[in-house]
Structure formats: structure tokens, C-alpha cells
């Protein structure tokens, strides 16, 4: 941890970010660290500071691999996936496969989207870290994910990337 409370990089995990060229804010949305496990992850959200369906938006779940997190984190992404008055699905619906480009090299995720609205998900594992994305009103092939040394940036939302 670093001496904001957030988590830094511990045993090959790394948090990874919308690149620097996103135009709306970004936000720390959770984090935390299991002393005992070694656990570490970290939720950052890309899009307008109060939620719309209609802009552009995007959550980055990273997790050290292995992390029980993880499915939580999926499961919440595909709550948000499901239309308001449908339940989530009992196991995951089919996926196909995306490309996202991830410190410059394009790496393959799960994609699962929503016919019935513009909502996605997104899992995949870069290295040593998980990462579940989720959002709207882009396409996640056109994400461009980088490595953040340290999420401090977060704290001022429109300061450059770390």
C-alpha cells in the first residue's frame, strides 16, 4: 500500500487504466488488500462523474491472479449487464473473443454483450493480474489499456496518468 491507502504493486500485480487520451474523468471506485493472502485489487471507472447510460463509460476491475475478487467482480459487471428487469444470467452466456490493445500489444478477452441494451463485459488476464472491464457506449476493441505505476492521478481526475 502506498501512504494514500491505495494499493501499488505487489508480487507482479499491476493496476491497468484507460490510456491518458480518455476524455472524461476517472476515479478510484474501490480498492483493497488482503495482508494474509497477498490479495490485492483495484476498481477504477472511466466516463461522467455521475452515471449515464447514454456516455461513454468504462470500469477497470485489476486483481492480483488467483483473486476470489474477481468473480465478484464479474458477477457485479453482469448485474449492470442485465436490463433492469431482467435477472442476471445463472452461469455466463456465451462469449466471443476481442481484441484489446493492453501496454501497446493487443491481448485477447472474453466479450460477452447484451442484445437488449448497449452494456458489455469483458474478462481477461494480462501477466499476473485479471482484469474484468465493463461498459457502454463504446466498443472495447477500441480501448487502449495501460499500466499504472501509481494510481495517485486519480485523485485529481483529469491529471495525466502515472
Known sequence: MNDQGIPG?????????????????????????????????????????????????????????????????????????????????????VSEPVTVTTDGKPMTFELWRNSSNHYWVARGCVESTDVVLSGSAIEPSALSLVRVSSPTSFSNPFAPLA
Open 9 to 93: 504493486s505487489a508480487g507482479g500485480f499491476s493496476a491497468f487504466a484507460v490510456d491518458a487520451d480518455w476524455p472524461e474523468s476517472r476515479q478510484v471506485t474501490g480498492h483493497g488488500y488482503n495482508r494474509a493472502t497477498g490479495d490485492i485489487h483495484v476498481y477504477l471507472w472511466f466516463g461522467s462523474p455521475y452515471f449515464d447510460p447514454e456516455v461513454e463509460h468504462v470500469t477497470v476491475f485489476s486483481a492480483s491472479s488467483g483473486n476470489p475478487e474477481t468473480s465478484e467482480a464479474l458477477e457485479r459487471a453482469f448485474e449492470t449487464y442485465c436490463h433492469p428487469d431482467e435477472e442476471p444470467p445463472a452461469g455466463l452466456p
